[in-house]
């Protein structure tokens, strides 16, 4: 066997977003296109000769091409080992665990997430580094830097592997170790939760419906929650991974798991309601005739994680995305630790749960996680409500009620516009952001701006810095409109509108959200002017 050097040419474009690069698979199927990121990573990352790389994706189209490709790369690229996850699966906590488990210099896990799939769909590679969590800025923007110069791409000249059947082979003076995919996570599941204690309140009949989307999660929720904690066969929908999600977008909100939405507002509804996303890092949570936004999820998880035996010495930290809900903020200060505010994008959060300063962290986009891996983790906050319901033996309702009585509740939405012409999204933000100076003291109806900004982040840990991380309206009372890009689409902009409005404790707690925050919506529109610059009136999306 030999390794062959193929010389090539850089493609434009190819920097990493909040979540790796994401293009569609017709991009990725040109020439070289994936080959050339894939070695921009191994010249720029920081590994010893023989060393362990993890591989492993959502199932989605193109997984199977890629990686066998990426093995034979390895091999010339002076790795040792490689792991890949049984027929090329590995959700991204999972892979995150593999990688911190097994001591590899990082991983490269392929998932455009939440975006659909398939030959016409999206097609993603993200690099996570040995602590098991994203690639950090300087790492993401070396390699960027690298696939601008790149002139040549080196591979072994070797059939593909078979990936289906657990065992090793050789690719030269590579080991390629095909491992299953659910094992070491599972594993890790039941050193954290409870599941004596989650079996027992099955056993005494608690409910539950998880729609895995056709996508990565089914395997991990079958064992996990059928096999190890006893629901019955069937209580994981839709949990056959499918190469384009059979057709939807795999992405957990209440637009795409709609029919898990209307099965937790029906009659029929079980206790709790749960689904995850294509690569399985998020998490929808619903309680009989209750959803819970992802930010009031992570504070409700925050308040009670003690009850769980992996978090029962207490948290040394929360931390949240800017745009997520304060909610958390709330619980931290009533527990008297530390709450950081990070920019969007699990990689912000590696440094602070390295250095043992947060515990738990959220975003608003339905992802939630802890110190266990370092990526967002859809079946660990699906365990963590289990865990906490079994123990405390109340619904999700009652729950939430009871949290919202103690802490007061931050009705929250996001609003999406999306695929909208990238001259006009930019122009948008252009001009907000040169009005922001003027904004404080305006009104917009019986709001009234106390500061305006653009986010930017001091890391306490490293001290890099990041700028531009979205626009910021804070009124007086606390309500807040965010503003910003999303770095994760793949077909011109999509703008993000976040609504958030506080109401205290005694105050008006189970009100409709869109009514409670119809002024924000007014004030973001005259703030924004969003639909004169995108000619849109209303958004595609609200979660
Ligand atoms: C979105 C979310 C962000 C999340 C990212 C990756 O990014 O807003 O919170 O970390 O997706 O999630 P953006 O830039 O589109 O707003 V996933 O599940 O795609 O790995
Ligand atoms: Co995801």
């Not at 009104?443 to 900004?453: E, I, M, R, S, Y």
């Amino acid at each position: 066997m030999t390794a062959i050097t193929h010389a090539t040419t850089p493609y434009d474009g190819q920097k990493p977003g909040t979540s790796g690069l994401r293009k569609k698979v017709r991009v990725f199927a040109q020439q070289g296109y994936a080959e050339n990121f894939v070695q921009a990573v191994f010249d720029v990352v920081e590994r010893a000769p023989g060393s362990t790389l993890v591989v492993g994706g959502d199932g989605r189209y193109y997984n199977r091409t890629v990686i066998q490709q990426v093995i034979r790369m390895a091999a010339a690229n002076g790795y040792g080992r490689v792991l890949v996850g049984q027929g090329g699966i590995l959700s991204t906590p999972a892979a995150s665990h593999v990688i911190r488990k097994y001591g590899a210099s990082g991983g490269l896990i392929l998932s455009a997430s939440h975006n659909p799939g398939g030959p016409d769909e999206d097609f993603g590679i993200k690099y996570n580094i040995a602590n098991g969590g994203p690639a950090p800025e300087a790492v993401t923007e070396a390699i960027y830097a690298r696939t601008q110069t790149i002139d040549r791409w080196v591979a072994e000249d070797t059939p593909d592997i078979d990936l289906d059947s657990i065992g090793t082979a050789k690719v030269g003076g590579l080991t390629v170790e095909v491992i299953d995919s659910v094992a070491d996570y599972a594993a890790l599941m039941e050193t954290l939760f409870d599941f004596p204690a989650i079996r027992a309140a099955v056993a005494g009949g608690l409910t539950m419906a998880f729609d895995a989307m056709s996508a990565v999660t089914g395997p991990y929720a079958t064992e996990i929650l059928e096999r190890r904690l006893g629901f019955p066969a069937g209580t994981v929908r839709n949990g056959v991974p499918l190469e384009d999600f059979g057709g939807h977008h795999p992405d957990p909100n209440l637009v795409h798991a709609k029919d898990l939405y209307n099965l937790m507002m029906s009659p029929a509804a079980p206790d709790f309601g749960a689904a995850s996303d294509g690569d399985g890092d998020r998490n929808l949570i619903i309680g009989r005739g209750r959803f819970i936004t992802p930010s009031d999820s992570l504070a409700m998880l925050a308040a009670n994680a003690h009850l769980a035996p992996g978090y029962a010495g207490g948290l040394k930290g929360i931390a949240r995305s800017m745009p997520t809900s304060a909610a958390a903020d709330r619980v931290a200060a009533a527990l008297g630790i530390p709450a950081f505010e990070t920019p969007t994008g699990w990689k912000f959060f590696g440094n602070l749960l390295d250095a043992g300063m947060a515990t738990i962290c959220g975003e608003e986009s339905a992802g939630t996680g802890s110190d266990h891996v370092r990526e967002k983790d859809g079946l660990w906050a699906v365990l963590l409500w289990l865990n906490i319901l079994a123990v405390r033996g109340v619904s999700v309702d009652a729950l939430a009620r009871e949290h919202w009585a103690k802490f007061g509740r931050n009705y929250y939405a996001r609003h999406d516009y999306e695929a909208l012409p990238t001259e006009a999204a930019n122009a948008l933000i252009a001009d907000l952001t040169a009005a922001l100076p003027t904004l404080p003291g305006q009104a917009f109806g019986p709001l009234t701006v106390a500061a305006a900004d653009s986010f930017a982040y001091l890391d306490p840990v490293d001290g890099s810095t990041s700028a531009n991380q979205g626009l910021r309206v804070l009124f007086e009372g606390g309500s807040r409109i965010v503003f910003r890009l999303s770095g994760t689409g793949t077909e011109g902009a999509t703008l993000r509108v976040y609504l958030e409005r506080y109401e205290p404790a005694d105050g008006n707690l189970d009100a409709d959200v869109g009514v409670m925050l119809a002024d924000l919506i007014a004030a973001a529109e005259a703030i924004a002017g969003i639909t004169r610059h995108t000619a849109r009136t209303a958004p595609d999306v609200i979660t």
